[in-house]
């Protein structure tokens, strides 16, 4: 089972190669209302296909649809989230009940959580399968997403970067995860949100800035990551057709232009990967959040540190001999690394992968691959059924290593 | 747990059920009566007089009604509010029992009477306003197709997980392991778990 912040992605190996999705979220029903009332629920908390049935007014969202892992983390006393990881750990494992009297004696079920996520994550998760068991679940483990996607890859030394909608993840694999050496960042795709609406104010579209979603398909679809940022802005001066971004909204009559201000396009891509450049002062000082270094749980996330300079960091941290192995294989996963590089723009944007290598280039760091993760939707839960089937049921849970199966008394 | 169905009388339009101890009844407006004068007023009418029979009673209209009324009304008179179409139904005005609505004498005196009269006239010329502007709306779109069953989905799917009895196999590459499992030196290091092998190099 894969928790991931928009997403719960779930189910046996005999699924094959994707899993079953749903939405990482719960709803909570009025139960005052006439209409939860006329219909039997087994439940307090509507979690799967019917939450959309369930859906009332709009100002009923904010209180009653939660998304529990929205920053991967779930505060300790949290309880209404930690109600809907219970109710989707329920769902997960009802989805796929096995007749009865067929001999089955539960499944071993392996979790996936941040991994920034602290010990109490740890202790709750499996608390909830033991709970939700009835008979349903064996023994239960909880590895970390970076983890699981460095074995879904298939590859056993390497540094994956995850990087999601709240922050992103550095952490350095080498047949375990190395937790001392892992670096967060307190930067994801919402801040590139966030200078997309900027750039939408300035061209004059102030009165759609505000609206998330429609901020985000600007971004997915006019962002481009520069390969150098002063050298595309001063291209996409000199050539404004070429650069030119619009953006027609489907089935509405909504259209953005940038015009002249597309040049800001490489803007978008490039605060992703190195927020330090002295043009998004002024965004700062007109009042856009600067990322700032935060603590979260037992981690410490850095602000304004660069996708290079926290990657050295995080190698650097790992023995001598195993920092080479570890440049040659770096995996990115996660949305926020979804960038396309246009091909009449070869030589000014580029992919997620290649700003990567430029980034560890300008520190001196060259013989190194970078790569996307072939399946980023289901890498995880590939991870999480290859553990499953190859760790021996004998390997206990131990807390010091965060690793092994906890059995579940049935 | 749940809504039980009701016997009622032959007169009376629309659904009722028993919700615990509340008899609730909610009439039903389907959308070609939305056009016509007296069906809403015959509706209200109804309901007002329902209220001594059922606990709960409710006025469920297509949503297209809600762009035209003033809820506070129903609000005020006690009588809920459901607004319905294709995909979900909405419960725009919970309604209220008697006591709830008014804590004084259960029986109502002649001035009560006559006044709650002249709030449904009130009420009733408001919606003449209101459908008069339907109309010239209804005049400039496009009029969908009408609904074959005008019974908003009362009868919800249950949220018991409809389980699986047996797994699905044939998605499994020719009965083989999925591809994530071809040459991955992970089943290699992860099977050694535990046996003995030296413990990692940190964290």
């Known amino acids: 089972m894969d928790f991931g912040t928009s997403d719960f992605k779930f189910g046996p190996i005999t699924l094959g190669e994707q899993p079953r999705i749903i939405n990482n979220r719960g709803y909570f029903p009025d139960k005052k209302s006439v209409l939860y009332r006329a219909f039997e629920t087994a439940s307090d908390v509507v979690v799967g296909d019917d939450v959309p049935l369930y859906l009332q007014s709009a100002e009923d969202l904010s209180s009653r649809l939660i998304y529990p892992m929205r920053n991967g983390m779930i505060e300790r006393n949290d309880d209404q989230a930690w109600r809907v990881v219970q109710s989707l750990t329920s769902y997960g494992l009802e989805a796929f009940k096995p007749r009865p009297n067929n001999g089955f004696q539960g499944y071993y079920v392996v979790a996936s959580l941040s991994s920034i996520s602290p010990r109490y994550m740890y202790e709750r998760l499996m608390a909830a399968f033991m709970e939700s068991s009835h008979g349903m679940v064996r023994a239960v483990t909880v590895i970390s997403q970076p983890f699981a996607v460095a074995i879904g890859h298939g590859v056993t030394t390497c540094v994956v970067i995850e990087s999601g909608h709240g922050n992103s993840q550095v952490c350095p694999i080498s047949k375990y995860p190395i937790r001392t050496a892992q670096v967060a960042l307190n930067r994801g795709g919402g801040d590139a949100n966030a200078i997309t609406s900027e750039i939408l104010k300035d061209a004059g579209y102030a009165d759609l800035a505000n609206e998330e979603a429609f901020v985000r398909k600007v971004k997915e679809n006019l962002g481009l990551v520069p390969e150098n940022l002063n050298d595309a802005i001063q291209e996409a001066k000199r050539s404004p057709r070429l650069v030119r971004g619009r953006y027609k909204v489907p089935g509405t009559r909504v259209e953005i232009d940038l015009d002249k201000d597309s040049w800001s396009r490489f803007l978008i891509g490039e605060y992703v990967f190195n927020p330090n450049h002295e043009i998004f002062e002024s965004y700062f000082n007109r009042g856009m959040p600067k990322p700032r270094d935060v603590k979260m749980g037992d981690t410490v996330f850095k602000g304004m540190l660069d996708f290079g300079e926290a990657i050295v960091a995080s190698v650097e941290r790992c023995p001598v001999e195993l920092q080479p192995l570890l440049y040659k294989e770096i995996l990115l996963s996660g949305g926020n690394f979804s960038w396309t590089a246009p091909p009449k723009l070869q030589g000014i944007a580029v992919d997620a992968p290649c700003k990567v290598k430029m980034l560890l280039r300008d520190r001196g760091i060259r013989n190194v691959s970078v790569k996307m993760t072939r399946t980023p939707q289901s890498s995880v839960w590939h991870g999480c059924i290859i553990y499953g089937f190859a760790v021996p049921e004998n390997y206990e849970w131990d807390w010091q290593r965060l690793e092994g199966w906890m059995k579940v008394p049935n | ?203």
Do not use: C
Not at chain 2, 99 to 125: F, H, I, K
Not at chain 2, 182 to 198: A, F, Q, Y
């Open chain 2, 1 to 203: 747990m749940g809504a039980q169905p009701v016997v009622q009388n032959d007169h009376e339009q629309g659904v009722s059920f028993l919700l615990g101890t509340e008899k609730v009844h909610v009439l039903i407006l389907k959308l070609d009566e939305m056009v016509q004068r007296n069906a809403i007023l015959d509706a209200l009418l109804s309901l007002s007089t329902l209220k001594f029979a059922y606990q709960l009673v409710y006025l469920a209209a297509p949503r297209l009604f809600g762009t035209s009324v003033d809820a506070s009304i129903f609000r005020t008179r006690g009588i809920g509010l459901l607004f319905y179409d294709e995909r979900r139904i909405d419960e725009a005005v919970p309604a209220q029992t008697q006591t709830e609505q008014s804590p004084g004498p259960p029986q109502q005196s002649n001035t009560t009477l006559v006044t709650e009269l002249a709030t449904l006239r009130t009420m009733y010329l408001e919606m003449e306003r209101a459908i008069s502007q339907l109309r010239k709306d209804l005049t400039t779109l496009r009029i969908p197709q009408p609904i074959q069953d005008h019974q908003p989905r009362i009868a919800m799917p249950t949220l018991e997980i409809q389980s699986q009895s047996n797994f699905p196999t044939n998605v499994v590459h020719g009965g083989g392991l999925p591809s994530y499992f071809v040459n991955n030196p992970w089943l290699d290091v992860l099977s050694k778990r535990g046996s003995g092998e030296r413990e990692p190099i940190a964290g």
